[in-house]
């Protein structure tokens, strides 16, 4: 397994186990599945709904040595709802208990956007805070207490921009270890990775296969498949492998951390080979043409009548 390096010299496994989708008993033996055929990096969240099935497996791996806790990389996120200085703690005192973990690898801002508290999923604009009421500075600085009394290894940030990157740095004087955001051939976020990069801060790639499978009310019509492009396919055909595994080393090659989401023991099996596949120069050249800017996960969800948040200030 190839690791990549955080600015503190600690080492992230490049390829993990995305569960977003993953629901009930399917999260918990998936997870038991993953973790017994060698994946250490496990990323959740509490708006998935499943970390207490989750907590199930890794008590289950780590009480019966599969693991040590040690080798185990675990990512979480803050959600919407607890971005207020004084709602962080209980947030992740409650992943923390729901996991059945003392500590976190690494917690997550899962999105720049503020809920009113106890408000998971606005119906309307005014479940909504803005940014003026709720800085993400406030939500930082409470989040890196949290890290500092050891609740959690490293702190980082999901679906943030270049700019809201830098406002956060120059605010705080912290800078994030991970900035978690969606990436692949069609969204190369090649700006964003350069300032990452120049900054110490890892990239972490979600919906690297296009997540095909989520909600249908997040999909658009007439979407561009990633698995179903030329290109990807006749790499995967001259590598004998599949789209996917394709796609998951593309993602590790240029330096990210790749999250793909299975569930099936095959697919988890295909994933951790790919994570050793090694492209050509050449077949890296062909996939970085095929950026087109196209979101899957676009935003547009936090964009309500009344409410401040739209797609165009999400990602500036």
């Known amino acids: 397994m190839r690791y990549f390096n955080l600015l503190d010299g600690d080492s992230v496994p490049a390829l993990g186990l995305g569960t977003w989708k993953l629901a009930g008993d399917d999260a918990r033996v998936t997870v038991q599945t993953a973790i017994g055929l060698g994946y250490r990096h496990i990323d959740c969240a509490p708006i998935y709904e499943n970390e207490p099935d989750i907590g199930r497996a890794l008590e289950f791996s780590l009480r019966g040595g599969e693991v040590s806790r040690e080798k185990l990389w675990v990512t979480s996120k803050l959600w919407n709802d607890s971005h207020r200085a004084d709602d962080v703690r209980p947030a992740l005192e409650r992943t923390l208990h729901d996991l059945q973990l003392d500590y976190l690898d690494l917690y997550l801002m899962h999105w720049p956007v503020a809920h009113k508290p106890g408000v998971s999923r606005p119906d309307d604009g005014t479940g909504f805070l803005s940014l003026e009421d709720v800085p993400l500075g406030e939500t930082w600085t409470a989040m890196r207490d949290r890290r500092d009394a050891g609740l959690c290894r490293h702190i980082g940030v999901a679906n943030f921009s270049t700019s809201k990157l830098q406002s956060l740095i120059d605010e705080t004087g912290t800078v994030p270890a991970v900035n978690q955001v969606e990436a692949h051939p069609f969204l190369q976020q090649r700006e964003l990775l350069e300032f990452c990069e120049e900054n110490k801060i890892l990239l972490t790639a979600y919906s690297p296969l296009g997540s095909r499978d989520r909600p249908d009310d997040m999909k658009q019509a007439d979407e561009p498949s990633l698995f179903d492009h030329p290109t990807v396919q006749s790499i995967a055909e001259r ?39 090694e492209l050509a120069e050449s077949e890296m050249q062909d996939l970085e043409s095929l950026d087109r800017g196209f979101r899957y996960v676009d935003g547009t969800f936090w964009e309500m009548p009344g409410g401040p948040y739209t797609a165009a200030n999400l990602w500036d």
Not at 244 to 265: D, F, M
Not at 267 to 276: D, F, G, I, K, T
């Open 239 to 277: 590598h004998d492998v599949s789209s996917a595994s394709v796609l998951i080393a593309w993602a590790i090659q240029r330096g990210t951390i790749v999250i793909p989401k299975a569930s099936s023991e095959a697919h988890l099996r295909e994933n951790l080979q790919a994570a050793e596949l």
